[in-house]
């Protein structure tokens, strides 16, 4: 089996967006109603991070993945994880703020969030939109699954 990032985040955080940007596909991004496996990349539905009663599947799906990608949306008010959630998973964590283009986003608001759940971790400033930040997130994923 070949090695996966597994992207997570809220309902609406542009995780889809993201890894289409990730990917060059430009067709819109749709909302994910189930898993999707992409080449190197798992999607996940954002119910699954908003709800404590999907983190079991969370976890399970975790187990296919080398690296996991935490996303805040940096135009949102709060935290949709809990504090110390990376914590739950055994691999790497990442973070990534998507819609720094946004004009309610606060990236620095976005950045305190995403620490209270997964620490002292880098963390990457995205738009999908206007691919800010996306050719750097890819070198450092695809480089991640190297290892």
């Not at 967006?17 to 909302?31: M, V």
Request: proline share 5%.
């Amino acid at each position: 089996m070949s090695k996966r990032v597994m992207i997570i985040g809220a309902i609406e955080a542009g995780k889809s967006s993201l890894i289409k940007a990730l990917f060059g596909d430009e067709q819109p991004a749709r909302k994910t109603q189930a898993l999707e496996y992409w080449d190197w990349a798992i999607d996940t539905p954002g119910e699954y991070s908003e709800n404590p009663m999907f983190y079991r599947t969370l976890m399970a799906t975790a187990l296919e993945a080398a690296l996991i990608v935490m996303v805040q949306d940096a135009s949102r008010d709060r935290n949709y994880f809990p504090p110390g959630f990376a914590q739950g998973f055994p691999q790497e964590c990442v973070g990534v703020i998507t819609k720094v283009d946004h004009p309610a986003a606060d990236q620095q608001r976005a950045e305190e969030f995403l620490r209270q759940s997964i620490g002292e971790v880098r963390i990457f400033p995205t738009s999908a939109y206007t691919n800010e930040g996306i050719e750097e997130l890819r070198a450092f994923l695809q480089e991640q699954l190297k290892r």
